[in-house]
């Protein structure tokens, strides 16, 4: 999979290169370019923001080096000879589609990912109409949950180490991802290692039985409870986000 970044900040990104994801580069499984907006601004000051029309507080990122930055992309994407012609842009933002492991699963079937980081209040509206118009992109705007962070460059963290995770070849054993939180919509049992007995502390002694069903059957009712107890409403999906669709958060 090919991942571009564009951002203010790249050396936020540094951390792509460590762990699991870094490990991912190296293997070739992950391309990972990320490019500094401010490379396509032509003024003395690199300037990427200015004041809003219509008044309000903060500052908007301004079309033109957004423009310049896409149209940056999606030229050296295509040099690289990438398939499936385009990206899907990704644009992180508080009022965007709630991220859940479903959409990184739908992200993870993606050949080509490019993500805008957004800082201030936000980007001009005409990029995102340049992006899908013009240059043909689909445009997703994504929220990690609802809170306000400063800028994208987090979110973008995130998002691609739920997605890259996910791409076949980047977790070693591949059975752990099926047994995770939110793989089938309920959250992890609690897990012990050894020693036996910690500070006062036992395992619980249906783990030490040997017997696997018992095993099982205690780990279900454990992730129900805690479903319960921390999520109510993954066990009442129609209060929740389940069934959003990634082609429609735009
Ligand atoms: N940028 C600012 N806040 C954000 C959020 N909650 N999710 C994704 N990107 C953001």
């Given at each position: 999979m090919r991942i571009d970044v564009v951002s203010i900040?790249?050396?936020?990104?540094?951390?792509?290169?460590?762990s699991l994801i870094g490990k991912a580069r190296e293997d070739g499984l992950l391309d990972v370019a990320v490019h500094d907006l401010r490379d396509f601004t032509h003024d003395r000051h690199r300037t990427v923001d200015d004041t809003p029309y219509g008044g309000g507080a903060g500052m908007v990122m301004k079309a033109q080096p957004w423009s310049e930055a896409l149209d940056h992309v999606v030229a050296q994407g295509h040099a690289a000879g990438?398939?499936?012609?385009?990206p899907h842009l990704v644009v992180p933002g508080p009022g965007g589609t709630p991220f859940t492991q479903a959409l990184a699963r739908q992200l993870a079937d993606e050949p080509w990912l490019a993500f805008a980081c957004g800082r201030?209040?936000?980007?001009?509206?005409r990029v995102y109409e340049y992006a899908r118009e013009d240059l043909g992109l689909e445009v997703s705007v994504i929220s990690l949950g609802d809170y306000v962070l400063n800028g994208g460059e987090v979110a973008v963290l995130a998002m691609v180490e739920a997605v890259g995770?996910?791409?076949?070849?980047?977790?070693?054993?591949?059975e752990s991802l099926v047994e995770e939180s939110h793989e089938d919509g309920l959250l992890e049992y609690p897990i012990y290692t050894k020693p036996q007995q910690w500070k006062g502390r036992e395992v619980p002694p249906v783990l030490l039985s040997g017997n696997h069903a018992a095993i099982a059957a205690w780990r279900h009712d454990q992730r129900l409870a805690r479903t319960a107890a921390r999520r109510p409403d993954l066990l009442h999906p129609?209060?929740?986000?389940?069934?959003?669709?990634v082609r429609l958060a735009t």
């Open positions: 900040f790249p050396d936020y990104l540094a951390a792509l290169d460590l990438l398939p499936g012609g385009r201030y209040e936000g980007i001009d509206e995770r996910l791409i076949p070849g980047v977790i070693g054993n591949a129609s209060h929740g986000d389940a069934d959003l669709d």
